[in-house]
């Protein structure tokens, strides 16, 4: 039989939003929500060709209003209609329990271990939710969009292997406050050379370390070296040189990880998303587990000694969660340790932090975080 779930519009729509997601689109939605907001619960929460259904339903329903309902229920009377408690405010879901009692109709709840679990009366044992949503659905029902991802270059195997040279040795580490220097004062060519951005150095001052940095973006391609100038091949490249190769890596681990923690649904690198509002945030590492949303921070600034800087990146983090949804996991992977004051404010926010010579190890730290509630 058809199935009907009834809910309310609120903080929590993503749940809401899944049992037309895990079912590709066969389960109906029925949303109450005031009038004015018809419009943002159709584009938030349509799956395929399954559009939700909206009852205008105003903050204090009367009498009234639940007639209303009675009546629009009786128009599904051929389907099983299931209450979904998961979202609204405490008292309108408190008052839309009473009446599902009234009427004799099972309620549900969908928590954040992710099992849906039925309410009084009913007996029904606890259900894990599948997992069949991806990062585009989970931000349209927070009427966030996806602009675009990746690094804006072709992410070759050579690419790949370049990235976990550099990962794979924590000793090598402080070389690349040197890259990172470099990369980020290189300025714009222009005429013949438009496209590319180059940069002095002295050979004395930056070493040989640096300098066999410079040999491996020779042989990938990403830049030529001559007389202590490096030109950088693109705009990309200059991002890759600035911290996007540690994004990548960390965006490999996880997708190496999903072999063995299949509850990683969807991830993706650099995801550019725009609120509804016009706002636009570029997010490192983005993935879903579990249906729950996690977000990575990725930096290779040298932060150990400045904790201002390091303290923002901590509390942008806890913005950007706050904003994403509810139970959003946040993690700052840092190339170099962070001051010890920030690693104990990010624990109060509950925000990871993986560093220095934990990062050959990703895989363990992120598998534990996925894993931890």
Excluded at 232 to 256: F, H, I, M, T
Aim: net charge negative; aromatic share 10%; hydrophobic share 40%.
């Amino acid at each position: 039989m058809e199935q009907l779930h009834v809910s309310l519009w609120g903080e929590y729509n993503f749940k809401s939003y899944l049992p037309a997601i895990n079912s590709n689109g066969e389960a109906k939605l029925l949303v109450l929500a005031d009038k004015s907001l018809e419009r943002a619960v159709i584009d938030s929460l349509t799956y395929k060709n399954s559009v939700p259904e909206v009852l205008h339903w105003p903050k204090q329903p009367t009498a009234d209003d639940y007639q209303r309902l009675s009546q629009c229920l009786l128009n599904h009377s051929d389907k099983e209609i299931l209450f979904n408690l998961s979202a609204g405010e405490p008292v309108s879901v408190l008052g839309l329990y009473h009446f599902a009692l009234q009427q004799q109709l099972p309620t549900y709840l969908i928590d954040d271990e992710d099992f849906q679990h039925w309410l009084p009366p009913s007996t029904r044992q606890p259900i894990e939710v599948e997992n069949q949503a991806s990062l585009k659905y989970y931000f349209k029902a927070h009427q966030i969009s996806l602009e675009k991802s990746g690094l804006d270059m072709p992410i070759t195997a050579e690419l790949r292997a370049l990235t976990n040279l550099w990962a794979s040795y924590p000793a090598d580490y402080d070389t690349f406050r040197g890259l990172n220097y470099l990369a980020g004062s290189a300025s714009p060519n222009f005429g013949d050379h438009a496209g590319t951005y180059s940069v002095n150095y002295s050979n004395k001052q930056h070493g040989k370390d640096v300098q066999l940095l410079f040999s491996d973006l020779e042989k990938a391609g990403l830049a030529t070296v001559a007389d202590e100038h490096i030109t950088l091949a693109s705009e990309a490249a200059k991002v890759y040189c600035n911290g996007g190769w540690l994004e990548l890596y960390v965006y490999d681990q996880v997708r190496a990880l999903r072999e063995r923690v299949p509850e990683i649904q969807d991830v993706r690198l650099g995801l550019e998303i725009r609120y509804p509002e016009g706002i636009k945030n570029e997010l490192d590492v983005v993935f879903l587990a579990d249906n729950q949303l996690h977000l990575i921070e990725v930096k290779t600034s040298y932060l150990s000694n400045k904790i201002a800087d390091a303290n923002a990146i901590v509390y942008k983090l806890e913005a950007l969660a706050n904003a994403l949804g509810a139970d959003v996991k946040g993690m700052v992977i840092s190339l170099f340790d962070l001051p010890g004051g920030t690693i104990n404010r990010a624990g109060l926010y509950d925000i990871h932090v993986v560093s220095g010579n934990q990062i050959p190890q990703l895989q363990y730290h992120l598998k534990h975080w996925i894993e931890e509630q």
